[in-house]
């Protein structure tokens, strides 16, 4: 049963034959506010027409300013007529049934869109989504153009899969060193995501990731050297803003030297004040510098920055002493998701939403409970602790950004713009070529690679396949299989998985004594993991190895007995493919390392200095 009393969502259920609403009636659905809305487009538009902006925040209701500031996830594939599993989800999580029947309820100003949540099928329904968003905003009294945002980061967090295009993660873009790749896809994936509808990535990650256990970030941050970072940060906002979408620069002030999740549990940051100047503040710099839209912040005690023992989003020293301050950002500053773990162990989630307003945040993502956190804010306002005036400032730097990405006044997608931008062949063609200028070869003992396919013909492809982080067709071994086929060997593919068994090892070893070399895909080997089992025994057969990490570089560490080791630092298909044209020699290796790799059994010393990277 679909309840259409919200409004209809324009076009779902008809993929691919929406028709685009005019600006016309985008305009007159805003009933009354259409000289206030009529701004320039983003090309042409003044950098803020504050004049305008505070106009619409003037007739805005109480309600209606506590909504803005909000985004918030919501399950489904349709703005109105989700399946019905998620629409139970929503009713149990949210109290609404549908996306419409949450921008009715709480006027939200933005809406996060998840794989999970099945917001993200396929690019016309992404479309036809967005612009149900859309026609529920605008149909409200007062109603305005919303937020759409995603974590499009590519290589390991990832929304929007497939037939997107995808591209190697940051730290794959980290080993290619290039600033212009980093733009490119910036460009490329901004115009993808603005085609679909979505105006908001929260991406790039701007953490130096210094710490090989941290669990959150690792081949999300670009690397380890704070101004290579910067530059690739830098370069990666403007691509994307060019495109029309809002970068968010992640996590301030710094994730990147934790080893514990912030997801479950609450990291600590032991960073001096002056090493944080040195590291940490070095890429945040640089994305203000290239005008960045929104600075997300992180669920991290730093108490070199503030010694209170709160979280960094509910820090008021960090936020507006540091972020605002110091730094001169007046852009939007949005929190990590309130669902975390991190930001909730100290305080209540009906405190969490009002804190991070005091200390300076503009948009409040995601929260455990909506109901509980509106309402909190609401209240706080009516009680005296949060003034109307404030929530003014916030809205303020929202609609500002709205207006500059052009969303105030062309919010909607069409299919026709979905069929001309969303994974074309160029786009397609220039991650492949920018996946290229990435792989790493770490370590080639006696020129094992590049395999010759008449004397390596039978090749088996053995190793970790973990689910797919982005809609890519995986798992990595038959990717790389079918990638080395095509490229003339005979490639055959075994899953042995991230910890294989004594039975799962002796079946790959009697496999490799059919082929003429083997490849292992490995995946986060520790001291302890079975994967160093499987990579000596196939060793001992005598057969040429070659080892691929396909995410973290810091594999080779743990692996002595190896004489060939690519690096890839995603397990995407793009990623992989480029990796067997390095295997095959159809291409030489360009990486070079974006962080050290340090011993094994010595972590002071290191064994691949940031650089590293052998040619053919």
Known sequence: MHDTSTGSDTGTGSTGHTARPSRRAVLAATAGLTAALSVPTAAHAAPHDDRRLRALISRMTLEEKVGQLFVMRVYGHSATAPDQADIDANLKEIGVRTAAELIAKYRVGGIIYFTWAHNTRDPHQIADLSNGIQRASLDQPRGLPVLIATDQEHGAVCRVGAPATLFPGAMAIGAGRS????????????????????????????DVNVNPANPVIGVRSFGADPEAVAGLVAAEVKGYQA??????????????????????????????????????????????????????TAHIQFPALDDSGDP????????????????????????DSLGMQGVRTKY??????????????????????????????????????LTEARLDESILRILRLKAR????????????????????????????????RTTTLLVNEGGVLPFDRRREHRLLVVGADPASPSGTTGPPTGV????????????TALSTGTAPSAGTVDKAVTAARDADAVIVATYNVTAGSSQRTLVDRLVATGRPVAVVAIRNPYDVAQLPSVRACLATYCWTDVELRAAARVIAGRVAP???????????DDPAQVLYPIGHGLRY
């Open 480 to 491: 790389l299989a079918a990638a080395l086929t095509e490229l003339g060997f005979t490639a």
């Open 243 to 296: 495109a029309g979408v809002a970068a968010t620069a992640k996590h301030f002030p710094g994730h990147g030297d934790t080893a514990v999740d912030s997801h479950y549990g609450f990291p600590v940051i032991t960073h001096s004040r002056d090493l944080w100047e040195k590291l940490d503040a070095v890429p945040f710099r640089a994305a203000i510098r290239a005008g960045i839209d929104s600075v997300m």
């Open 179 to 206: 600033r212009s790749d980093a733009r490119t896809l910036g460009r490329i994936s901004g115009a993808e995501l603005r085609a679909m509808g979505v105006n908001q990535d929260y991406s790039p990650d701007a």
């Open 590 to 600: 360009r990486g070079r390392l974006p962080v050290p790799v340090q011993r094994a």
């Open 312 to 335: 960094a989003t509910l820090s008021h020293p960090i936020l507006t002493g540091i972020l605002r301050g110091e730094l001169g950002y007046d852009g939007v500053v949005i929190t």
């Open 405 to 436: 990405r052009g969303v105030l006044d062309r919010p909607w997608a069409s299919p026709e713009g979905v069929d001309r931008t969303v994974g074309t062949a160029s786009h397609l063609a220039s991650a492949a070529r920018i996946a290229e």
């Open 348 to 385: 209540g989630d009906d405190r969490v939403p009002v804190l991070a307003l005091k200390a300076g945040v503009d948009q409040l993502l995601n929260p455990p409970s909506l109901d509980v956190a509106w309402n909190a804010v609401l209240k706080a306002v009516r009680e005296g602790e």
